[in-house]
């Protein structure tokens, strides 16, 4: 058993493994210098051989438990038919949502579009340095798709004024999504995937009264669907104010927490196996502050089963040898 595994199944609290959002990508010159001739980041996530290779990168460089597939939330609205391109120093950019199009597609097709993903979860765990790790797959969580497709950009902090107008529309399109994650989820798990992340990184910007319509109800589906398949799941509500309630609603194996929330609140209100929290800015001053920061949540979780990880992914700006000093001291810590 893998140390993810023992600690989510069997609940080990001395173990600490570690990974960490977005540990393949932006921050590591060997991906700059693969995206730079690549400058179709959606051909770029289906091209097996080289996305199995950046999945490979950062498990090559340090000591990770886990290394976590090189795609994106957005490839299922891809999948879907909707236009998604990835624009410099803007981000994503999707064309207009088109229910009647999105309502048409059917499963095969879907697949088709999508099966070089499931190849590069086959060429990664065909790899040695995988043998004793996990390998994480992941969607987007149905609300997060969501917004994205309405909003056809990121919302940085804000939805669009109209963006609730049309119930129906988004009605029907949680319902697709649904049909859609489980299927992509099935997929991953069935080439090679150990691990289910789903991202609602959006999650925040929701009223409370909202939440159980579009997050809670939609995501117990999709943690239920996940458990259905034996694979431990892993939920990221990033943002959410009450993750106590999250817990007891969702149940999720284990809750990945974000770096605005208080780890010791966490520790008094949650039993589920615990990840992540560091503030992933902390990479960015030095060597002494982060051995601080890390050992607090070290400190405050180490009667609690816990994988380390960070509060949101590593930022491009981030030097590969303050992740190699995290990793180290993470590692020697006990
Ligand atoms: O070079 C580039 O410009 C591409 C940058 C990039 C990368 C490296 C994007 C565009 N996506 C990814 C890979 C990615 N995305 C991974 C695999 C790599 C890894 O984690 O090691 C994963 C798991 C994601 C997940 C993802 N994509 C999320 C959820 C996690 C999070 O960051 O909150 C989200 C919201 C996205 C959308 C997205 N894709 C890319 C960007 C820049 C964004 C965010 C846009 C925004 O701010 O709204």
Redesign the pocket.
Known sequence: MTPIQQCIIKKKINLKPIW???????YLPE??KI?KSNTN?IK??LNSNLSSK??LQ?IKRFDLDAA???????MVPYGLGQKVE?K?DF??KLNNLNLEEISKIEEIHFLKKLLPIYKLIEKVNKNKLISKKDTIG?V?APW?LLV?MINQ????KKLKENFFKDKNLIKKTLLILEKFLKIHIENQVKHGATII?I?D??AGLLEDKNLPDYIYGPTLNLVNFVKSLNIPVIC?P?GIKNYKEYCKIVKPDVISIDYKINPQQIRKEIDIVVQGGLDPKILLTDKEKLKIEAKKYLEIFKDHPYIFNLG???L?ETDPQMVDYLIKFVKSYY
Do not use: E, N
């Not at 960490?20 to 932006?26: D, H, N, V, W, Y």
């Not at 950009?153 to 940085?156: L, V």
């Open positions: 960490l959002m977005r540990q393949a990508g932006r991906f700059r995206r980041f770029l996530c950046i999945t950062p976590i597939v090189f795609s994106d939330i957005l990835f410099k981000g994503p992941f987007g997060t994205y950009c990121s919302p940085k992340q991202f990184s959006w990221f990033r949101h992914g590593v491009p």
